[in-house]
């Protein structure tokens, strides 16, 4: 097992909780174990490197680290390569008026005559063993100054060791990062936050519970610093809803599928003071835990009790609708940089999620289809609510098409001495809608117009069942009222397969039935027919195609005298 880490110790005078406990030793060091190990390591066999480079994310120990380095090298009595922090040096380093380090922001002394200015120094002795440079935000520096730096990286002083921290090495130059020895900080954990918040609580004798622990290591976001700093203001405070904007109501609205709802959760945080921008970051933060939640557990940095509550919400929401979020969000933010008001953007976004008919992208598609296909799967279904009004056709009545040539089944042992054939009486030989019969029109519609659909429509009508027809008027029925909302998305299509079928343009009017939840689904209809291929022109028998299916008849309809090669 790792060996327990020390509790930072405590610096008198100073209350707040990042500076009071700031870490002195390498032992007190938490989450950078990587680090520790390479720079302990160094200073016990006596490789020190001349120049390093921290870089990393802010508030995970750069500064500090450095600045434990600088002790290390300079303690009167290390151990195992660690400074014991009580020796004269340690105090005053600890104390920042020692001689042997120089602390420098590249922001504020960023030109060139203040580098110059420090180049000099270093060459002048020390009390200590090694003088330690540290360059705070070195990627600042102009470009002038970074070249005058470079010639001393490349032949420094023999007592002199140079350590730059920077959040963005990428920034810094080329030339520079080679000549040093690059180590990266990583943010630190979510159980390792907490750790060291319990510990700090115990040593500081605070008064935080630990749901108080749990929002300072969520809006620490991995970094130490800043989880401190957040604990000394919920304690200030003494109200964890006033650190943070809450989310449940958003996340209740987007689970009910309810716009109405989801605007007024954003009204009251807006009213609340919550900028727009930041509302939309900490609540994709939010719905990416979520996400990670149910993806790869581990990798979420939610604990304990705000755990629990992301994992119930995954669970209502979820992969698919979580991702969606997550997407839908981020453009939001992008959108937000040149939008005059901020928050229509994030408005715009909560409708898009909460009503899927407004978006026309595949991922909105598929995510109703995905809920028609979960709610037919488990066998619910919404109460049936009032009946639209019937949308009757625009502009004037297409003229019907010449009827097709009649169509006749037999059996197949039937087919192959005599080749007589008997009329279909299902089959109207007229385009009337007058002549349709229910029962006719019920087994056209699932044997031949269904298959002329889409997927999403075959899908959606597979459950469903023709009630009536009356003239024109075509009643179907579907098992629960969110179907029936979707069938928008198949309507033009299943029209035109209807007036190809019928020859008659017939208008859906679409009803709920939550009774064929319960109904077995219905078996897939094969029929055999036979096609006439070509007519004798001394009027003498036709030639005759048998096939096995609805769907061979289309094709040889699309494709006569085709033949299928396996």
Known sequence: MPEAKATPTSLEGVTSLYRRFRPARFAE??????VVRALQGAVKNDRISHAYLFSGPRGTGKTTTARILAKALNC??????DACDECDSCVAITKGSSLDVVELDAASNNGVDDIREIIAGAWHGTPGSWKVYIFDEVHQLSKAASAALLKTLEEPPQHVVFVLATTEPHKVMPTIRSRTQHLE???ISADTLATLLHDLKEAANLGADDATIEAAVRLGRGSARDALSALDQLLATGSISESQPEFDGLFHALVDDDAVEALRALAVLAREGWDPEQLAENFAGEVRQVFLLQVAPDVADAVDADRERLIAWGEQLGLARSVRILETVGRAIREMKSAPEKIVMLEVAMVRLTKPELDSSYESLDERLTKVERGVGRGTSTPPAEAPPVLRPIGTRRTPAPAPRPVVTTNESDVDSSKETRSDPSTPATSNAGDLALEDVRERFFERVVPRTSRSAQLLLGS????SLD?????IAVPSEEMRQNTEIIA???KGALEHEFKSPLTIYWTVDASLLDAPAPPRRTVSVVIPVEEEPDGGEESVLVVDSAADHLITEMFPGAEEIS
């Open 29 to 34: 060091l938490r989450g950078q174990d990587h």
């Open 76 to 81: 009167e009595h290390p151990r195992d390569g």
């Open 185 to 187: 900080f990583r943010l």
């Open 464 to 467: 469903a069942n023709i009630e």
């Open 471 to 475: 003239g024109l008027l075509l009643t």
């Open 492 to 494: 033009q299509g299943l």
